[in-house]
């Protein structure tokens, strides 16, 4: 594994934000949502997150989530993805979402 440094580590920016629409993304390659997440004054970002194994639409919508937030924008198809979703491989290969253990205003950053 590689090593990086502090200052390396704060050019990432991971901040919470709160999952408002969850759309189906029949066009991507892999089974995939189409995201939208409010980061409070930095706005709603979208994303595109390939979580359709562990996860209905229905349960995401209100649940918080952390990204990052400074990514550039990458194209996805016809679809341009703001955010990248974090989160961890199960024992199966789908992704469990890295999420705040309690409630936190929209736009936290982590430290």
Excluded: C
Aim: proline fraction near 6%; hydrophobic fraction near 40%; charge should be neutral.
């Amino acid at each position: 594994m590689d090593q990086i440094s502090w200052n390396d580590f704060e050019k990432v920016d991971l901040r919470v934000g709160t999952i408002t629409e969850v759309h189906a993304f029949p066009e991507a390659r892999k089974p995939a949502y189409k995201i939208f997440i409010d980061f409070g004054a930095f706005g709603i970002k979208k994303s595109s997150a390939q979580i359709t194994v562990n996860y209905a639409k229905e349960e995401l919508i209100g649940r918080q989530v952390v990204a990052v937030v400074n990514f550039p924008p990458k194209q996805i198809g016809k679809y341009i993805s703001e955010v990248l979703i974090t989160g961890f491989e199960d024992a199966n290969g789908n992704i469990v979402l890295a999420q705040p253990q309690s409630p936190l205003p929209n736009g936290t950053k982590l430290m």
